[in-house]
Protein backbone atom coordinates (compact mmCIF):
# COMPACT_ATOMS: atom_id res chain seq x y z
CA UNK A 1 0.00 0.00 0.00
CA UNK A 2 2.60 2.29 0.76
CA UNK A 3 6.41 3.05 -0.66
CA UNK A 4 8.48 4.03 2.41
CA UNK A 5 11.38 6.30 1.32
CA UNK A 6 14.40 6.30 3.99
CA UNK A 7 14.36 9.97 4.26
CA UNK A 8 12.71 12.17 6.87
CA UNK A 9 9.33 14.45 5.66
CA UNK A 10 12.13 17.12 6.25
CA UNK A 11 15.35 17.32 6.95
CA UNK A 12 16.41 18.15 11.05
CA UNK A 13 19.96 18.53 12.32
CA UNK A 14 20.51 19.75 15.73
CA UNK A 15 24.10 20.49 16.73
CA UNK A 16 23.55 21.34 20.27
CA UNK A 17 21.53 18.92 22.89
CA UNK A 18 19.41 20.51 25.05
CA UNK A 19 17.42 17.91 27.28
CA UNK A 20 15.42 20.70 28.58
CA UNK A 21 13.83 20.62 25.43
CA UNK A 22 13.20 17.25 24.37
CA UNK A 23 11.13 16.97 27.44
CA UNK A 24 8.96 19.32 25.97
CA UNK A 25 8.91 18.08 22.66
CA UNK A 26 8.45 14.72 23.45
CA UNK A 27 4.54 15.80 23.99
CA UNK A 28 4.20 16.05 20.13
CA UNK A 29 5.21 12.60 19.88
CA UNK A 30 2.84 10.70 22.31
CA UNK A 31 1.08 13.55 24.11
CA UNK A 32 -2.73 14.57 23.81
CA UNK A 33 -2.54 16.52 21.01
CA UNK A 34 0.58 14.36 19.59
CA UNK A 35 1.40 12.48 16.31
CA UNK A 36 0.71 9.16 17.17
CA UNK A 37 -2.78 10.17 18.76
CA UNK A 38 -3.46 11.98 15.02
CA UNK A 39 -2.25 9.39 13.13
CA UNK A 40 -3.93 6.35 14.88
CA UNK A 41 -7.50 8.65 14.93
CA UNK A 42 -7.68 9.16 11.17
CA UNK A 43 -6.00 5.61 10.27
CA UNK A 44 -8.84 4.27 12.08
CA UNK A 45 -11.43 6.63 11.07
CA UNK A 46 -11.11 5.66 7.30
CA UNK A 47 -12.59 2.23 7.84
CA UNK A 48 -16.38 3.93 8.35
CA UNK A 49 -16.07 6.74 6.11
CA UNK A 50 -18.68 5.96 3.60
CA UNK A 51 -16.96 8.23 0.74
CA UNK A 52 -14.04 7.12 -1.06
CA UNK A 53 -12.65 10.85 -1.40
CA UNK A 54 -12.61 11.71 2.06
CA UNK A 55 -11.63 8.16 3.24
CA UNK A 56 -8.70 9.16 1.28
CA UNK A 57 -8.43 12.08 2.92
CA UNK A 58 -7.69 10.44 6.29
CA UNK A 59 -5.62 7.66 4.59
CA UNK A 60 -3.20 10.40 3.34
CA UNK A 61 -3.18 12.54 6.37
CA UNK A 62 -3.02 9.63 8.87
CA UNK A 63 0.26 8.53 7.13
CA UNK A 64 1.83 11.77 7.15
CA UNK A 65 1.04 12.15 10.56
CA UNK A 66 3.50 9.03 10.53
CA UNK A 67 6.07 10.52 9.34
CA UNK A 68 5.68 13.40 11.58
CA UNK A 69 6.00 10.85 14.50
CA UNK A 70 9.09 10.29 13.21
CA UNK A 71 10.24 13.96 12.90
CA UNK A 72 9.76 14.46 16.50
CA UNK A 73 11.04 11.29 17.16
CA UNK A 74 14.20 12.56 15.38
CA UNK A 75 14.36 15.81 16.93
CA UNK A 76 13.98 14.61 20.71
CA UNK A 77 16.21 12.14 19.62
CA UNK A 78 19.23 14.75 18.57
CA UNK A 79 18.25 17.00 21.72
CA UNK A 80 19.60 13.94 24.11
CA UNK A 81 22.54 12.30 22.13
CA UNK A 82 25.31 12.04 24.10
CA UNK A 83 24.18 13.75 27.57
CA UNK A 84 26.44 13.21 30.30
CA UNK A 85 24.69 12.69 33.81
CA UNK A 86 25.40 15.86 34.86
CA UNK A 87 23.61 17.35 31.66
CA UNK A 88 20.69 14.53 32.37
CA UNK A 89 19.93 15.85 36.06
CA UNK A 90 20.63 20.01 35.12
CA UNK A 91 18.64 19.54 32.32
CA UNK A 92 15.47 17.52 34.43
CA UNK A 93 15.72 14.77 32.23
CA UNK A 94 16.59 12.65 35.11
CA UNK A 95 13.16 11.31 35.69
CA UNK A 96 12.56 10.18 32.12
CA UNK A 97 16.37 9.01 32.09
CA UNK A 98 15.20 6.76 35.05
CA UNK A 99 12.93 4.42 32.88
CA UNK A 100 13.97 4.87 29.35
CA UNK A 101 17.82 6.02 28.91
CA UNK A 102 17.49 8.46 25.87
CA UNK A 103 15.23 5.68 24.24
CA UNK A 104 12.06 7.74 22.41
CA UNK A 105 8.96 6.19 24.36
CA UNK A 106 5.46 8.21 23.70
CA UNK A 107 4.54 10.20 26.65
CA UNK A 108 3.69 14.07 27.30
CA UNK A 109 5.59 16.57 28.43
CA UNK A 110 3.85 16.03 31.84
CA UNK A 111 4.87 12.53 31.82
CA UNK A 112 1.64 10.56 30.88
CA UNK A 113 1.96 7.72 29.14
CA UNK A 114 0.19 7.86 25.49
CA UNK A 115 -3.26 6.18 25.60
CA UNK A 116 -5.57 5.38 22.59
CA UNK A 117 -8.27 7.32 25.24
CA UNK A 118 -6.40 10.34 24.28
CA UNK A 119 -8.39 10.09 20.19
CA UNK A 120 -11.76 9.44 19.21
CA UNK A 121 -13.32 6.93 16.05
CA UNK A 122 -17.17 6.82 16.51
CA UNK A 123 -18.03 5.78 13.22
CA UNK A 124 -20.28 9.01 12.23
CA UNK A 125 -18.65 11.01 9.46
CA UNK A 126 -19.42 14.88 10.81
CA UNK A 127 -18.53 13.38 14.21
CA UNK A 128 -15.13 12.01 13.38
CA UNK A 129 -14.69 14.83 11.05
CA UNK A 130 -15.66 18.00 13.48
CA UNK A 131 -13.22 16.09 16.22
CA UNK A 132 -10.65 16.20 13.18
CA UNK A 133 -10.15 19.83 12.58
CA UNK A 134 -10.42 19.87 16.60
CA UNK A 135 -7.27 17.63 16.83
CA UNK A 136 -5.49 19.56 13.82
CA UNK A 137 -5.86 23.09 15.90
CA UNK A 138 -4.87 21.29 19.00
CA UNK A 139 -1.70 20.24 17.40
CA UNK A 140 -1.35 23.72 16.27
CA UNK A 141 -1.39 25.38 19.47
CA UNK A 142 0.95 22.81 20.67
CA UNK A 143 3.30 23.50 18.01
CA UNK A 144 2.70 27.74 18.81
CA UNK A 145 3.52 27.14 22.24
CA UNK A 146 6.81 24.66 21.39
CA UNK A 147 7.89 27.50 19.36
CA UNK A 148 7.36 30.22 21.90
CA UNK A 149 9.58 27.88 24.34
CA UNK A 150 12.61 27.63 21.70
CA UNK A 151 15.27 29.70 19.93
CA UNK A 152 17.52 27.17 18.39
CA UNK A 153 17.06 27.64 15.03
CA UNK A 154 18.31 24.08 14.49
CA UNK A 155 15.07 22.87 16.84
CA UNK A 156 12.74 26.23 15.60
CA UNK A 157 12.69 25.31 11.57
CA UNK A 158 11.31 21.74 11.77
CA UNK A 159 8.71 22.44 14.54
CA UNK A 160 7.60 25.40 12.47
CA UNK A 161 7.31 23.24 9.32
CA UNK A 162 5.42 21.15 11.47
CA UNK A 163 2.96 23.66 12.72
CA UNK A 164 2.36 24.28 9.00
CA UNK A 165 1.47 21.29 7.81
CA UNK A 166 -1.24 21.24 10.81
CA UNK A 167 -2.79 24.36 9.17
CA UNK A 168 -2.78 22.39 5.80
CA UNK A 169 -4.51 19.18 7.33
CA UNK A 170 -7.24 21.56 9.04
CA UNK A 171 -7.62 23.23 5.80
CA UNK A 172 -8.01 19.80 4.26
CA UNK A 173 -10.77 18.33 6.77
CA UNK A 174 -12.56 21.38 6.59
CA UNK A 175 -12.95 20.34 2.74
CA UNK A 176 -13.96 16.44 3.28
CA UNK A 177 -16.13 18.00 6.41
CA UNK A 178 -18.08 20.04 3.27
CA UNK A 179 -18.01 17.41 0.87
CA UNK A 180 -20.13 15.09 3.32
CA UNK A 181 -22.61 17.46 4.16
CA UNK A 182 -23.08 18.11 0.35
CA UNK A 183 -24.14 14.47 0.04
CA UNK A 184 -26.71 14.75 3.14
CA UNK A 185 -30.09 16.34 3.29
CA UNK A 186 -29.44 20.26 4.46
CA UNK A 187 -32.22 20.23 6.54
CA UNK A 188 -31.57 17.46 8.28
CA UNK A 189 -27.70 16.46 8.26
CA UNK A 190 -27.77 15.28 11.89
CA UNK A 191 -30.32 13.11 11.92
CA UNK A 192 -28.86 9.95 10.77
CA UNK A 193 -25.41 8.28 10.49
CA UNK A 194 -24.87 7.66 6.69
CA UNK A 195 -22.05 4.86 7.73
CA UNK A 196 -24.50 2.83 9.66
CA UNK A 197 -28.15 4.08 9.40
CA UNK A 198 -28.33 4.17 4.88
CA UNK A 199 -26.66 1.14 4.27
CA UNK A 200 -28.59 -1.07 1.44
Given amino acids: MWNYEKRL?????IKQNNPELAKVIISQYG?????IGASMRYLSQR??????????????IGTEELAH?????????????????????????DQYYVDHTTGIWPQAASGEPFSASMFQSVGDPITDLSEDLAA?????????????LIKDPDVRDPIAFLRQREIVHFQRFGEALRRVQERLDSKNFYAFNPAFDCKS
Fill in 9 to 13: EYPIK
Fill in 31 to 35: GPNGE
Fill in 47 to 60: FAMPYKEVCGVLTD
Fill in 69 to 93: LEMVATIVHQLTSNLTPEQIVAGGF
Fill in 136 to 148: EQKARTTYDNLLR
